[in-house]
């Protein structure tokens, strides 16, 4: 089936560093331009034509988010992208982007370079800017239809590229890049490694707005409707910010789909969520799941503004789910903390035009804002321990019920002070209560870039210190934090990640040897020239492994390891080339954070067949007679026992 070109929203926006994860027909417009200088270290002399693609069509994701800020002359914005690319979709975005560069030196070997990485930095503004947007504004009554797609494009000189972790510093399998032509410092990972990655796309400097369209005449005072094309786009959050225009709500959303013949709809899209910020401006998100297999489904969203005050608007009103008066709402301290997901905090209220929350505090410097995903946060100023706040849900155009605000307690719930052990298997929580609450329940684990420890008991916290112990299992050495939770009666569910400072650290791995069915650790082929040995290793903080050994003098790191079991062939021609015949080794095995253990070895020589004893001659033979037949058999024998210490000598 042929793919169309869809495009989501802002979703070109990200088109980002990875112009070029792309699909063969983007490469081939990239193959096919001119290169200025091919001697130069960095590619980034490149032409591009990015036209009649989208991003959709060149780039996969775990998940993104895209801002848009409409800027106050409402015809310029600025944008701001933020990509996730994980494990195994990571190896792709590195493999295209090697590929972009088919045909000069150093792309599309399986590598992917600082120097490729330089020019896609370089060369991404220019194919953000070919791009379409498939993102319309216009005044005027509601539509579904009609919109050109096109309205909104992409200022090349207003847009900045960056990435984290696309060519990972430090990776154990990196090297300099051998290419000819490369720049000093270039260097270069295979493009099959799946370290997590990030890209971002953002206003360049010195430059107010990154995206333009036709300005609204009326400049958002009449009605609009904003129109997105979101086909294929999967996993992701759009955000939409608007200048502060007194009554501006959203007030009608759908999504129109091209009824295929597959029988596939767009009625899993659900309607946006918004907000206003602090000072009065409108912020609408829309969160995003599509099944990017589905081809031929068309999704396009329209959502339908005004400033006009409805002919009858009623007041927000508590639901079942919201904080009772007199809820306590716990804190880890001072600075600006989630107390509640975006899921749950939007229905602890209802209004048919939408709602936010609205906290009259008794002291100074405390707030309740969103996020653009909508989660709830509140910021607890310097040197304030917990304070009340009168929360009411406000509408769009300010109304509320003032008789029916609800009474909650903000504030630092404990304090947290902690160690490691020596041995690095678990750390000591040490937690003690503020009194915010007589009792909570409180549990803790052990979290290192998104991989969590072992899980441990909750523990009962009141007025004296109580010490957890959090274990480090799965957790590698070096810097780690904490995901901890808390409960109590009459409180609101508490859930943070927080920092102490304190590190893992490194155990070296474990290494044994098996013996055989003779009790001995090795055993000799056939030839007695080399030995076979096997056993176990393994690293308590479940790090790769690397083996090696000596012997006679000499380095050998011809190890098979797989999982916990390892075996090694070993040849002896070094020792016999020297006249040693001490067989014995040192095994060494290395973690990746180079913590290493040596395991001396003794290695039974090789076994040599007893040799006959020579028979004594009788004297009727001496004189002149011939060897006898048993002499002769002698004499064979030991001319091949010679033979045999000979070979073990070359």
Not at 173 to 202: H, K, Q, Y
């Amino acid at each position: 089936m042929t793919r169309r070109l869809s495009a989501p929203l802002l979703s070109l926006l990200i088109t980002l560093v990875l112009l070029g994860v792309t699909s063969s027909p983007v490469l081939t417009a990239f193959n096919d331009a001119p290169v200025v200088s091919s001697t130069e270290g960095r590619q980034d002399s490149l032409d591009v034509d990015c036209s009649g693609y989208t991003f959709e069509d060149l780039f996969e994701y775990d998940f993104a988010l895209f801002e848009l800020n409409v800027l106050d002359d409402w015809a310029t914005g600025d944008m701001f992208a933020n990509a996730w690319v994980n494990g195994s979709n990571s190896p792709i975005v590195r493999d295209n982007l090697d590929g972009l560069f088919e045909g000069l030196p150093g792309g599309d070997n399986d590598w992917i370079s600082t120097d490729e990485r330089d020019a896609v930095r370089s060369i991404g503004p220019k194919c953000i800017a070919d791009m379409e947007t498939r993102l319309g504004m216009r005044e005027g009554i509601p539509h579904s239809g009609g919109v050109d797609w096109n309205d909104f494009e992409f200022v090349e000189d207003g847009i900045a590229l960056d990435e984290v972790n696309l060519v990972p510093e430090g990776h154990p399998d990196a090297r300099s890049c051998i290419n000819i032509g490369a720049a000093a410092d270039c260097e270069e990972v295979p493009t099959s490694t799946t370290d997590d990655m990030e890209i971002s796309l953002f206003v360049a400097d010195d430059q107010n707005n990154n995206v333009r369209w036709d300005q609204l005449p009326n400049s958002g005072v009449s009605n609009f409707t904003l129109a997105m094309n979101i086909s294929n786009m999967s996993n992701a959050a759009l955000v939409v910010t608007f200048p502060v225009l007194q009554g501006l709500r959203i007030y009608d959303f759908r999504v129109v789909d091209n009824q295929p013949e597959s029988g596939e709809t767009c009625d899993n899209i659900g309607e946006p969520s918004f907000s206003y910020l602090p000072d009065g401006a409108l912020r609408v998100t829309q969160l995003v799941d599509f099944d990017r297999t589905q081809w031929d489904l068309f999704c396009n969203m329209f959502m339908d503004f005004t400033t006009k005050e409805p002919e009858i608007n009623d007041v927000p009103v508590w639901t079942d789910s919201a904080p009772a008066n007199g809820t306590i709402i716990p804190t880890s301290g001072v600075g600006t903390w989630q107390f509640v997901e975006a899921t749950t905090g939007n229905a602890w209220a209802s209004d048919e035009n939408g709602w936010s929350l609205q906290c009259e505090f008794a002291d100074a410097g405390w707030s309740v804002t969103t996020n653009v995903l909508g989660d709830f946060y509140i910021t607890q100023p310097e040197g304030a321990t917990q304070t009340s706040a009168n929360c009411t849900p406000v509408d769009p155009l300010g109304a509320m019920d003032e008789n029916d605000s609800r009474t909650w307690t903000f504030g630092t719930l404990y304090t947290a002070d902690g160690t490691v052990d020596d041995d690095g298997k678990n750390a000591r929580l040490t937690i003690t209560s503020t009194g915010l609450v007589n009792e909570f329940l409180f549990s803790a684990r052990a979290i290192q870039n998104g991989q969590l420890g072992g899980a441990g008991e909750p523990v009962a916290v009141a007025s004296e210190p109580t010490m957890t112990a959090v274990s480090l299992q799965s957790i590698r050495p070096g810097a780690f934090t904490f995901a901890v939770s808390a409960e109590a009666s009459n409180m609101l569910l508490h859930e943070a990640e927080f920092s102490l400072g304190l590190t893992k650290p490194n155990s070296p791995p474990t290494v044994s040897v098996a013996v055989n069915f003779d009790g001995e650790n090795a055993t000799w082929d056939e030839s007695q020239l080399k030995f076979e040995m096997y056993g176990l290793v393994s690293d308590p903080d479940l790090e790769a492994v690397t083996m090696s050994l000596t012997i006679c003098g000499a380095d050998y790191q011809g190890f098979s390891i797989d999982g916990i079991n390892w075996v090694v062939e070993v040849s002896t021609a070094i020792c016999l080339a020297n006249g040693l015949t001490d067989y014995n080794v040192v095994i060494t095995a290395v973690d990746e954070s180079g913590a290493s253990t040596q395991l001396a070895v003794g290695i039974p020589s090789p076994l040599v067949e007893d040799i006959a004893p020579v028979a004594t001659p009788d004297a009727e033979d001496e004189g002149g007679a011939l060897p006898s037949i048993s002499l002769l058999a002698t004499m064979t024998m030991l001319g091949a026992a010679l033979m045999l210490q000979r070979r073990r000598l070359e």
